[in-house]
Each structure stands twice: as C-alpha cells, then as structure tokens.
Nanobody, 114 residues
C-alpha cells in the first residue's frame, strides 16, 4: 500500500523552528516530485514547497528564505525545515506526490503562538 505519513508538528512560539517529515511507504520517494502543502482554518490548501525528482526545489513566495524542503533517500522521507515561524504559519501541513497525488493523509498540526 502506497502511503505518505506526515509528522513533526507542534506548538511553538513566534521565531521558533520545526522540522516536518513526510515518510513514504510502498514507493521510493526519490522517484517522484513531492510537495508540502498547508491549510489554515477556512482557507484552501496551498502549496508551500516542491522538490523534484532531480532534487530541484521550488517555494511559494511567502516561504522563500524561511522554509527549506529536502529529501533523505535512506529514510525514504521528505523534510520541511521551517524557521522564523510566524503566527500566520499556523495550519495543518500535508505532503503529497506533486504530479500523481494520492489520497490526502491526516497532516500534522503546526501552531505558532506566544
């Protein structure tokens, strides 16, 4: 069964950092473009960052310089390093295959609050 499972969400203060993980099972994650998305209450799910099969990374403008996507082939995992977190980053974060999306997982909750 092909599955992506998100982890690493937590409650942090503004300015803090978190690293989210997207662990794949049933596929070799480096064979696919993978994206991180987020959804805030009452808003649509938006793309945060993408890592291509070749390892190129792309970010939505709001996250450039603060968020960094990477891939660990040994752990079959895509990471999202989030720095200088702001209250507006509060959301549920999801990962998915970018070109051939799977059914959405449960995501991982990130809350940024003082």
């Amino acid at each position: 069964q092909v599955q992506l499972v998100e982890s690493g969400g937590d409650s942090v203060q503004p300015g803090g950092s978190l690293r989210l993980g997207c662990e794949a099972s049933g596929i070799v994650i480096s064979s696919y473009a993978v994206a991180w998305y987020r959804q805030s209450p009452g808003k649509e799910r938006d793309v945060v960052a993408i890592i291509t099969i070749g390892g190129s990374t792309h970010y939505s403008n709001s996250f450039k310089g603060r968020f960094f996507i990477s891939r660990d082939g040994a752990k079959n995992t895509v990471w999202l390093q989030m720095n200088n977190l702001k209250p507006e980053d509060t959301a549920v974060y999801y990962c998915n295959l970018y070109t051939y999306p799977l059914e959405w997982g449960q995501g991982t909750q990130v809350t940024v609050s003082s």
